[in-house]
């Protein structure tokens, strides 16, 4: 079956513009969560969706923000993009918290 | 505060040899705790993953114990190869009314190098 497909793979933005990256779950995920990697502070959880809902939210400022169709596709938003910013974001979706979760390959945002 | 720690950046090993990575972690009541691994510009790929009231999980010839008294897991990789060599991130998913809270903190990973 298909993997977790993110679009796009690589982007480069200006500081001060803002950014939209997708997220096609796994055929039947109802799960679907975002996490930033950077060298610095690793993985760090965004938020998850459930149903076009938000279930939770980690520690990051307004500026980040998702949402969730209802076929479980995903979007997150960033607005005001600051250097700090860079970093490979990651989507993952899961069916059931028992069973792991499958992550994509990730979108590198760069921030210049 | 909640904290997570992996305690080799690095570990280099014999191929043939058994490769051991450590998670410990503090102020934390996991449900699940899970192993990934990941492979440079690639997202994490699921290992193995271990409930609070499991001892021990193996897969092939991975290994995985939960000592909740310790807070610690240790993964194991048996006859380590070559093709075993990436990042290996220990994750752990709070507890949320009776399974995992779908939000995972993760630990920095140890890059496992095996050489032939």
């Known amino acids: 079956k298909a993997g977790v497909t993110q679009t796009p793979r690589y982007l480069i933005k200006t500081r001060g513009q803002q950014v939209t990256l997708s997220c096609s779950p796994i055929?039947?995920?109802?799960?679907v969560s975002w996490y930033q990697q950077t060298p610095g502070q690793g993985l760090q959880f965004l938020f998850e969706?459930?149903?076009?809902?938000?279930?939770n939210k980690g520690n990051f400022p307004g500026r980040f923000s998702g949402r969730q169709f209802s076929n479980s596709r995903s979007e997150m938003n960033v607005s005001t993009l600051e250097l700090g910013d860079s970093a490979l974001y990651l989507c993952?979706?899961?069916?059931?918290?028992?069973?792991?979760?499958?992550f994509g390959s990730g979108t590198r945002l760069t921030v210049v | 505060s909640q904290k997570i720690e992996q305690n080799s950046e690095a570990l280099n090993i014999q191929e043939g040899k058994t490769a051991t990575l450590t998670c410990n972690y503090t102020?934390?009541?996991?449900?699940?705790l899970q192993w990934y691994r990941q492979d440079p510009g690639r997202g994490p790929v699921f290992l193995l993953l271990?409930?609070?009231?499991?001892k021990e999980k193996r897969k092939e010839r991975l290994k995985v114990t939960f000592d909740t008294t310790l807070k610690q897991s240790l993964f194991h990789i048996t006859a380590s190869q070559p093709a075993d060599s990436a990042t290996y991130l220990c994750?752990?998913?709070?507890?949320?009314?009776?399974?995992?809270?779908?939000?995972?903190?993760f630990g920095k990973g140890t890059k496992l190098s095996v050489i032939p």
């Open positions: 102020n934390y009541s996991p449900a699940y």
């Open positions: 993952a979706s899961s069916t059931d918290s028992n069973y792991g979760y499958t």
């Open positions: 969706y459930f149903s076009e809902t938000q279930r």
């Open positions: 994750a752990l998913d709070k507890a949320h009314s009776g399974a995992g809270s779908y939000q995972l903190t």
């Open positions: 055929s039947g995920h109802r799960s």
């Open positions: 271990i409930r609070e009231n499991e």
